[in-house]
């Protein structure tokens, strides 16, 4: 959607962190999501924050801070299969979701 | 269902054709949600519903796209005298208020040729 802001592309290398960052303006925010997207493959959920704070789940965790309008997802120990297009996307309003154009994470060896 | 259940998977089709994409939610989810994908592009939100409701249709890029709903059951997309810039994927999610998740078809691919 072009009320959120994402990097297009990012190149990191295997077993190193990573930060993709999500900015985004909104009047109704109950929420933010984070999907990962394989090239040819339907989006698949990783996390969804609606409280400030960082939610942890294994080697992924998510940042969320609702009066920056800010999010990341922090990936740990990259691995190959990690090389993916990572989708932030807005809950607004009852049960709207839109996405954002999605970060491109190329893992190198 | 299990999940998500979208078709045709794929589909052809020749300019000025129309042509319906179907979604079966997962059994019991209220929302459902249809997004168009062009190829390297992000999820172009296009409409959602509660229940057989529509209340945001903002994301339908023109009249020769609608969609309809019934009950809180199947969904069909119906694009009108198709055009080669509606070639992408048409993505379905569904979920449920007391979930925070929204799961995804598998898509409906759309070539227009």
């Known amino acids: 959607g072009q009320n959120i802001d994402q990097p297009t592309e990012m190149t990191a290398t295997e077993g190193a962190i990573v930060q993709i960052n999500c900015t985004y303006q909104?009047?109704?925010?109950?929420?933010l999501f984070w999907y990962q997207q394989h090239a040819g493959e339907a989006p698949t959920f990783l996390s969804y924050?609606?409280?400030?704070g960082l939610e942890e789940k294994g080697r992924f965790s998510s940042f969320l801070s609702r009066s920056k309008g800010y999010s990341y997802l922090l990936l740990k120990e990259l691995q190959m299969k990690d090389s993916a297009s990572y989708l932030c996307?807005?809950?607004?309003?009852?049960?709207?979701?839109?996405f954002g154009t999605g970060t491109k994470l190329q893992v190198i060896p | 269902g299990a999940g998500v259940s979208q078709s045709p998977s794929n589909k052809v089709t020749e300019k000025g054709k129309d042509v319906e994409l179907r979604c079966d939610p997962i059994?019991?989810?209220?929302?459902l949600y249809w997004y168009r994908q062009r190829l390297g592009q992000g999820l172009e939100f296009l409409i959602y519903?509660?229940?057989?409701?529509?209340?945001?249709k903002s994301g339908l890029p023109s009249d020769r796209f609608s969609a309809e709903r019934t009950g809180e059951s199947v969904s069909t997309l119906t694009i009108q005298r198709t055009q080669q810039e509606d070639s992408a994927v048409y993505l379905c999610?569904?979920?449920?208020?007391?979930?925070?998740?929204?799961?995804f078809g598998e898509g409906s691919w759309l070539t227009v040729v």
């Open positions: 999610a569904s979920s449920r208020v007391a979930e925070n998740t929204i799961y």
């Open positions: 059994s019991g989810h209220t929302a």
């Open positions: 996307a807005l809950l607004e309003g009852y049960q709207k979701v839109t």
């Open positions: 924050n609606v409280l400030d």
């Open positions: 519903f509660q229940g057989n409701s529509a209340p945001d």
């Open positions: 909104t009047s109704g925010f109950n929420g």
